[in-house]
Nanobody, 115 residues
Framework: QVQLVESGGGLVQAGGSLRLSCAASGRIDRIADMGWHRQAPGKQRELVARITSDGNTNYADSVKGRFTISRDNGKNTVYLQMNSLKPEDTAVYYC?????????WGQGTQVTVSS
């Protein structure tokens, strides 16, 4: 089994920054993609950013140039640096890990951006 624990969410004013962290533990493959998804009230969960085990990244168009995903493979931790936050970024952010034996989700962390 794999456990994912997120931290770093909170309340911030528009234009501000937050950094989310997600620490993974358990049976983790050497090759495992990690990523962040988010779900706003009344909306479907959507991919925010994803990073492969060798560091390739992709982002949702809505966050390109503002968010940066990174990972520390030695610590099995993925980060999401969020800058220039907008009210429409308000959502519960979920960490995800995807490997050959399955996909796993964290419990989610709330990010609220006030205008």
């Amino acid at each position: 089994q794999v456990q994912l624990v997120e931290s770093g969410g909170g309340l911030v004013q528009a234009g501000g920054s937050l950094r989310l962290s997600c620490a993974a533990s358990g049976r983790i493959d050497r090759i495992a993609d990690m990523g962040w998804h988010r779900q706003a009230p009344g909306k479907q969960r959507e991919l925010v950013a994803r990073i492969t085990s060798d560091g390739n990244t992709n982002y949702a168009d809505s966050v390109k140039g503002r968010f940066t995903i990174s990972r520390d493979n030695g610590k099995n931790t993925v980060y999401l640096q969020m800058n220039s936050l907008k009210p429409e970024d308000t959502a519960v952010y979920y960490c995800a890990l995807m490997q050959s034996r399955g996909g796993y989700w964290g419990q989610g962390t709330q990010v609220t951006v006030s205008s």
